[in-house]
């Protein structure tokens, strides 16, 4: 699967219909036909492109019909993901309105790269999330060094 990595943060704005620019540097890598639905750890919006996105629901197509627990996952991914999006021709896409108040997007928002797709932040909550970060940098390279060495 070979794709351009997102790096980076960009502040930006929701306007009033919940419709936000993409910035300049992620619209190539995005591509056409991308999934917005909820991040892993339901904090934040997530935009995946095609191909990455289709590596989920490969995922998901293995869950087994009966059991109850898969399903749940599944079927609550599913309930808020919203695929076939676009880019209009102001660069612009909507964030879907079930996805912004589970989030709780406010106008201001904070796009953030993660090398395989992108995350949408209400930009106080990932402020405050960044600062945290920060002052565990240390132990969180350690962590990723010892649990994922090369």
Do not use: C
């Amino acid at each position: 699967m070979a794709h351009l990595a997102f790096s980076g943060s960009f502040d930006h704005s929701l306007d009033g219909k919940g419709r936000v620019i993409i910035p300049a540097s992620f619209r190539e890598a995005l591509g056409e036909d991308f999934t917005i639905t909820i991040n892993p750890t339901k904090t934040a919006v997530a935009i995946y492109p095609k191909e990455v996105w289709d590596v989920q629901l490969e995922r998901l197509s293995h869950i087994n019909p009966m059991d109850k627990i898969g399903l749940q996952y599944e079927r609550y991914l599913m309930s808020v993901s919203f695929s076939g999006n676009n880019i209009d021709a102001q660069g612009r896409v909507l964030i879907p309105q079930k996805l912004r108040a589970k989030i709780g997007l406010t106008r201001d928002i904070v796009f953030v790269g993660l090398n395989h797709y992108i995350e949408i932040w209400d930009a106080d909550v990932y402020a405050k999330f960044e600062s945290q970060t920060e002052e565990d940098f240390d132990s969180l390279v350690d962590y990723v060094y010892q649990k994922y060495p090369t």
